[in-house]
T-cell receptor, first 114, second 115 residues
Framework: KAGVTQTPRYLIKTRGQQVTLSCSPI?????VSWYQQTPGQGLQFLFE???????NKGNFPGRFSGRQFSNSRSEMNVSTLELGDSALYLC?????????????FGPGTRLTVL | AQSVTQLGSHVSVSEGALVLLRCNYS??????LFWYVQYPNQGLQLLLK??????LVKGINGFEAEFKKSETSFHLTKPSAHMSDAAEYFC?????????????FGQGTRLTINP
C-alpha cells in the first residue's frame, strides 16, 4: 500500500496570507490527524477527522481549520498567517479503530512564513 | 491529563554501545504507548508500541521497550548502536477523546552516534 502523502512538501508565504495543505491517507484509513511540529513547542495535535467529521481539536486559534472529503483525503487551512506559524505540518492516518491503533505519518509540509 | 516526559534532549553514544532513551508517562487510565523515530526532513516512523499483554515490546531495527507500570516508564533500548540510528526519537501516549485518538508526544531525544 502507498503511504501517507502530503502536498506540497515546501511552502513559503508572507504574513497575512492564507495557505492550504493537503493530505492523502493510506487506502482504507478513515481517520486523519494533523500535527504541528516546531523547535520550541515540539509536536502538537491540531485536529482529527473521521468520516468527514471533526471529532477532536487541539488548542489552536480559529485561524487553523480543516476538512475531510468523502474519499478520506484531508486539507488544513491557515488564514492570516503569522511568523509563528512557520513549522512542519504532519498528517497521520489510522484505521477506524481505537486508541491503540498506529498512526502512520506522512513526510510533512514545511511552511515558512516571511 | 496525560503527559509524556523524555529525560535528556540529547543523548550521545559510541557505535556498538547500548542505547537507552528514557520516557515516563502520566496517565489516569491504562496507557497505549508508542515510540516513533524521525530522520532529517522526514515524517515519523513507528518503532514499536505497547497496547496490552507482554510488557517487553520488540520493534524494528533491533529496538525494544519495556512497559513498567509501577515506574510509569517506557524506556527504549538497543543493545548495540549503529551509525544509522542517529535520529530524533519521540515517545507518545495515546489519548482517546470522544472516540478520536490523539497522540501526546514528549519533547523528543536527539540521538547522536559517535564512530
Amino acid at each position: 500500500k502507498a503511504g501517507v502523502t502530503q502536498t506540497p512538501r515546501y511552502l513559503i508565504k508572507t504574513r497575512g496570507q492564507q495557505v492550504t495543505l493537503s493530505c492523502s491517507p493510506i487506502s482504507g484509513h478513515r481517520s486523519v490527524s494533523w500535527y504541528q511540529q516546531t523547535p520550541g513547542q515540539g509536536l502538537q495535535f491540531l485536529f482529527e477527522y473521521f468520516s468527514e467529521t471533526q471529532r477532536n481539536k487541539g488548542n489552536f486559534p480559529g485561524r487553523f481549520s480543516g476538512r475531510q472529503f468523502s474519499n478520506s483525503r484531508s486539507e488544513m487551512n491557515v488564514s492570516t498567517l503569522e511568523l509563528g506559524d512557520s513549522a512542519l505540518y504532519l498528517c497521520a492516518s489510522s484505521p477506524p479503530g481505537g486508541p491503540g491503533d498506529t498512526q502512520y505519518f506522512g513526510p510533512g509540509t514545511r511552511l515558512t512564513v516571511l | 491529563a496525560q503527559s509524556v516526559t523524555q529525560l535528556g534532549s540529547h543523548v550521545s553514544v559510541s557505535e556498538g554501545a547500548l542505547v537507552l532513551l528514557r520516557c515516563n508517562y502520566s496517565s489516569s487510565v491504562p496507557p497505549y504507548l508508542f515510540w516513533y523515530v524521525q530522520y532529517p526532513n522526514q515524517g515519523l516512523q513507528l518503532l514499536l508500541k505497547y497496547t496490552t499483554g507482554a510488557t517487553l515490546v520488540k520493534g524494528i531495527n533491533g529496538f525494544e521497550a519495556e512497559f513498567k507500570k509501577s515506574e510509569t516508564s517506557f524506556h527504549l533500548t538497543k543493545p548495540s548502536a549503529h551509525m544509522s540510528d542517529a535520529a530524533e526519537y519521540f515517545c507518545a501516549v495515546s489519548l482517546s477523546v470522544q472516540g478520536a485518538q490523539k497522540l501526546v508526544f514528549g519533547q523528543g531525544t536527539r540521538l547522536t552516534i559517535n564512530p
